[in-house]
């Protein structure tokens, strides 16, 4: 039993070995020789004839631009009310957990509801609220972190704290 094994394992140590075969050239002139592999010159393997690649957006060259406001008009009145009577209560009781949470998530809501009217200008301002009053809120951590790749990739400067505009007021005609 050894000895085929032997036998098996110098054959296979020859056929690792030995040359790989060529294809020979055909005599005839018009015939180009068969190869596996496609021919390139050594520029192909450079990256001196090759095109630059473009800039992603988050590599934009250039200032940013300055942020506007923009999204459509919403009834923020609910979310006013809500936002006076939290402010209110808080101011009654600057050391109440549950009116600087009641606060937090006020602000929060109107947050949302901007966010989704794609007025990012103000709902940044109101997340950036949500999170003084709470700052553990992480969906307001997020969503401030959204907000400001949102504009990177618009390649504009965002809102800093204290800029942010008011909501855009609303037409009275309904948004659904």
Not at 24 to 44: D, F, H, I, M, Y
Not at 100 to 125: E, F, H, P, V
Request: proline share 9%; with cysteine.
């Amino acid at each position: 039993m050894k000895p085929v094994f032997v036998g098996l394992f110098g054959i296979f140590l020859m056929a690792c070995a030995k040359p790989a075969t060529t294809v020979q050239q055909n005599t005839n002139a018009g015939a180009a020789p068969q190869r596996a592999e496609k021919l390139e010159s050594v520029t192909a393997h450079t990256t001196e004839n090759q095109p630059m690649p473009l800039p992603s957006a988050n590599e934009q060259s250039g200032p940013k631009s300055h942020w506007t406001q923009s999204g459509n008009p919403i009834d923020t009145s609910k979310f006013d009310t809500s936002i006076a009577a939290a402010e209110k209560a808080f101011k009654a009781k600057p050391k109440d957990s549950a009116a600087k949470q009641a606060l937090s998530d006020a602000y929060l809501n109107r947050a949302m509801a901007l966010t989704d009217a794609r007025q990012y200008a103000s709902a940044l301002g109101d997340f950036r609220r949500a999170l003084k009053y709470d700052p553990s809120s992480e969906d307001a951590k997020t969503w401030i972190d959204q907000i400001i790749n949102i504009y990177d990739s618009m390649n504009k400067e965002y809102p800093k704290e204290g800029e942010e505009p008011p909501p855009l007021p609303s037409t009275g005609k309904s948004n659904d």
